[in-house]
């Protein structure tokens, strides 16, 4: 069992990586990896420390034997090294941060592969402001966008002594506050969305190997589009003619699916603060 569960993780480590190294979107919706802490008693800490989608630092907290409390930060402030579909390298220069927090119910059950169920429900706001250009080249495209988000999820799980694993659905509806993309070109061109919104179905699983109490946890997830109403889009053009600048603008409606993949590499301890 523990074998086969290393196995698993190696593959997920795998799954999680990959995209990092070959997607070729500037991203505009960066979902985090769910939180699946498995309480299991009252005044039981849990926090974790990784890496997807940038540095973060999740914290929960039962503080009864059903009810516990969790907040999550992730910050992303340095550049990516990019692969395109044909082949060609970029940079992304990134500066994004997500907050949320929120709470939760957990319980036991007599399912011998699931014992642990949770439910949360949380909010939460998401900055994103990314700048990529190619290898070589001081010119390229920028995006800025700010979104506020509430979400609910149902988490079914596993703890032994020395591994864990887990299933968790996130239901996640996305509001836009702030939308645009640009880029640096002679003739330029800046986009953007109007109120643009989305509702999300985020299926992910995770496993953990126990190694001297500390949980080494990979998560892999994707979040799949529900909603995708009409957004209005701007397009303004910018050309100049010698020293006049002449802008141009069009309008137009143009669905917008959420949709990306999720992964976290990460370090989680639990302290139990009483007996069970």
């Known amino acids: 069992m523990q074998l086969q569960l290393l196995r698993y993780l190696i593959i997920i480590v795998g799954v999680v990586l990959l995209p990092n190294k070959l997607l070729a979107q500037k991203e505009f919706y960066t979902p985090k990896s769910l939180l699946i802490p498995l309480h299991d008693q009252k005044n039981q800490l849990h926090f974790s420390f990784g890496r997807g989608g940038g540095y973060d630092f999740n914290l929960s907290y039962a503080f009864t034997d059903k009810l516990a409390l969790f907040s999550a930060a992730t910050f992303d402030n340095d550049t990516k090294k990019r692969l395109s579909i044909i082949g060609d390298r970029y940079d992304v ?22 014992p642990i169920i949770e439910a949360y429900v949380g909010t939460g706001i998401t900055k994103i402001n990314n700048y990529w250009h190619f290898k070589g080249d001081t010119d390229g495209e920028a995006t800025q966008a700010r979104y506020w988000s509430v ?14 694993y887990g299933l968790g659905l996130r239901f996640t509806y996305s509001q836009y506050t702030d939308f645009s993309f640009y880029d640096t070109y002679s003739s330029s061109t800046k986009s953007s969305y109007k109120s643009l919104r989305g509702l999300t179905a985020d299926p992910e699983i995770s ?20 909603l995708a109403p009409l957004v209005e889009r701007t397009d303004t053009h910018t050309t100049y003619e010698g020293t006049t600048e002449i802008r141009t603008s069009i309008n137009s409606d143009e669905k917008m699916r959420l949709y990306s993949l999720i992964g976290r590499l990460s370090l989680q301890y639990k302290v139990n603060f009483n007996k069970k």
Do not use: C, W
Request: proline share 4%; no cysteine.
């Open 93 to 114: 220069d990134r500066d994004d941060y997500a907050l949320k927090g929120g709470f939760g119910y957990f319980t036991k059950t007599d399912n011998p592969e699931f």
């Open 151 to 164: 979400f609910g999820q149902f988490n079914a799980g596993k703890r032994v002594s020395e591994s864990e």
């Open 207 to 226: 496993a953990g190997y126990n190694l001297y109490g500390v949980i080494i946890q990979a998560q892999v997830g994707v979040a799949i589009p529900l």
